[in-house]
Each structure stands twice: as C-alpha cells, then as structure tokens.
C-alpha cells in the first residue's frame, strides 16, 4: 500500500483479555518495526523484523508480549493477560532495509489501546 | 543500550525566528541520523536525514552534524505556528533510537 496501515486505530479492551494489533507495512519494505509511546512519553522500542524473523526482541515487556509477520509483510503484535500498564499508542514503521540504517522509517498512524 | 538525550524543552519562540534544537548520542559509531517531527496525538513523521558531518538544508529545515563531537542539531528558520510540535532526534543502527523530543511552541 501508500502507507504504513495500522488497525484497529483504537482498541479499549478489559484487564486481563487478550488483544491483536494489525500492522501492514508499504509494499516491499522488509524491515519492520513495534514501539510503543505511552501518554507524554518517548518511543519505546519492542521488536524488529527483518523479513519473517525476529533478529531483536529486547524491547519486548515481558512475556505476555509477542509478535510475528508472515508473507514479510503484516505483522501481528499479541498481548496477552493485558494490564492497565500497558495503555499507550503502539506505532508500526517500515523501511526498506536495515543494516547501518541508510533509511528512515514511515510510522503508521498507531493504534491507541486502553486497558480498563 | 544507545542513548539519545534531546534539550527537554519547551522551547517558546516568536514566529519568524529561529528555532535550534540540539541533540547528542552516545555511540560513536553511529552512521545515520535522523529528525521527526510529530503533532500532539499524530504519529512522528521524517523531515530531514543526515549522514555526514556539515550541514544539510531542505526549504527552512537545516540539520548540523558533527561527528566527532557527537552532536547533531536542527535549525528551522523563519518558524511558523504550523511548526509548533515535537521534534524527536534519531540515530540509526540496524533500528532508530529516539530521544525523549523537545516540544517547540511557535507564539503568533
């Protein structure tokens, strides 16, 4: 596609229940980025892919966060048993490659979750 | 863990003026940088890249680079109310590390 697209755009789910957020990144970009911005604050890096793997996972929360891609396209980032912590935006970007990052990333425009 | 530190701000200035926003990193070995600017409740969104030392200009945006001291910076000129915003640096190695932003007012 034009643009990084991002659902749902907002999500309020339960304590506890599980969510799915969607990332479809631009068409033939194979690296691709999670980082979540809580209300005031920076961007946190969670997770990148390079293709279908998972090179670096060291900004992943704990273990109810997980993530994959398939087709190198959309991925998926899972958080199971959510808590009120984990409110924030989740931002998805692409680039076209990684390596020393001659690129910058396209953000997609999020997906806020609130957990109640 | 590469470290991004950005002036906190706020930074306030008259339209018209010139807006400089500063930024230093931690790992010498960095290659790539980057600026993003991103409006209250948007997503950041790239205005300038920076690769080598010197100064790179796009219409009222210049990003300064300097390797050796490890600092790069972003002047915008002539600043509107439309460049009111947070402007987040970024230093790329295989993925972006951002500073904290520095949120920048431009007063009418």
């Known amino acids: 596609g034009a643009g990084v697209s991002q659902s749902p755009s907002n999500k309020v789910t339960e304590k506890g229940k599980d969510v799915e957020l969607r990332c479809d990144p631009i068409?033939?970009?194979?690296?691709l980025y999670w980082y979540r911005q809580s209300l005031g604050q920076g961007l946190e890096f969670l997770i990148y892919?390079?293709?279908?793997?998972?090179?670096?996972k060291s900004g992943l929360p704990s273990d109810r966060f997980s993530a994959e891609r398939t087709g190198g396209s959309v991925s998926t980032l899972t958080i199971q048993r959510t808590q009120q912590e984990d409110s924030a935006v989740y931002l998805c970007?692409?680039?076209?490659?990684?390596?020393?990052?001659?690129?910058?990333?396209?953000f997609g425009s999020g997906t806020r979750l609130t957990v109640v | 863990q590469k470290e991004v530190e950005q002036n906190s701000g706020p930074l306030s200035v008259p339209e018209g003026a010139i807006a400089s926003l500063n930024c230093t990193y931690s790992d010498r070995g960095s290659q790539s940088f980057f600026w993003y600017r991103q409006y209250s409740g948007k997503s950041p969104e790239l205005i300038m890249s920076?690769?080598?030392?010197g100064d790179k200009e796009d219409g009222r945006f210049t990003a300064q680079l300097n390797k050796a001291s490890q600092y790069v910076s972003l002047l915008i000129r002539d600043s509107q109310p439309s460049d009111s915003a947070t402007y987040l640096c970024?230093?790329?190695?295989?993925?972006?590390?951002f500073g904290a932003g520095t949120t920048v007012t431009v007063r009418a």
């Open positions: 920076i690769y080598s030392n």
């Open positions: 970007a692409s680039s076209p490659g990684s390596g020393q990052g001659l690129y910058g990333y396209t």
């Open positions: 970024a230093v790329n190695d295989y993925k972006l590390s």
């Open positions: 068409s033939g970009h194979t690296a």
């Open positions: 892919f390079q293709g279908n793997s998972a090179p670096d």
